[in-house]
């Protein structure tokens, strides 16, 4: 009768849970510097791209949503103040989450990052790529038209309140 040698299952599964372990650990080691990576080669792509073909190259070539290109491009452009912030907290970027290295390079004096006008801004950028994406013919009635509605809306913020008797 030959020799078999039965394996312990909970033995197994400890060799591979350590082994998920350390592949995790080695892709977070390396998140942050290949978000930045890919951030550059972006900022690069779309200098070439130019306007107006910057979003449909994103989508057809790189497979990549615009928010996930913005958050890599903003790593490469902050890189250095990142960098700097780290060394300033003792902490290396293998140590960071892409959320955590997004805050670091975060100007916290920026008021157009909290609040109302935060929000105000964010409309803002989201009204103008919708115009954009509106014919030639259809965009410049509808600026007009939001530039009315928009005077109107801050000369109704501007009107003293009148007191009652």
Do not use: F
């Amino acid at each position: 009768m030959a020799d078999t040698v039965q394996l312990n299952p909970l033995a197994e599964l400890a060799t591979r849970i350590r082994d998920y372990h350390k592949q995790v650990e080695d892709a977070a080691k390396n998140l942050v510097q290949k978000a930045i990576a890919a951030g550059s080669a972006l900022l690069d792509a779309k200098r070439q791209v130019g306007h107006g073909g910057w979003l449909p190259w994103l989508k057809n070539e790189c497979k990549l949503l615009e928010r996930t290109a913005q958050r890599y491009m903003e790593l490469a452009e902050g890189r250095s103040k990142l960098e700097q912030r780290l060394r300033d907290k003792s902490v290396t970027m293998s140590d960071l989450t892409l959320n955590q290295a997004l805050q670091l390079i975060k100007d916290p004096n920026d008021k157009g990052e909290v609040g109302d006008l935060g929000k105000y801004e964010k409309a803002k950028a989201t009204l103008i790529k919708k115009l954009q994406r509106l014919s030639p013919e259809d965009v410049e009635e509808a600026a007009t038209r939001t530039i009315a509605e928009l005077q109107e809306a801050v000369a109704a913020v501007k009107k003293p309140v009148s007191k009652a008797a």
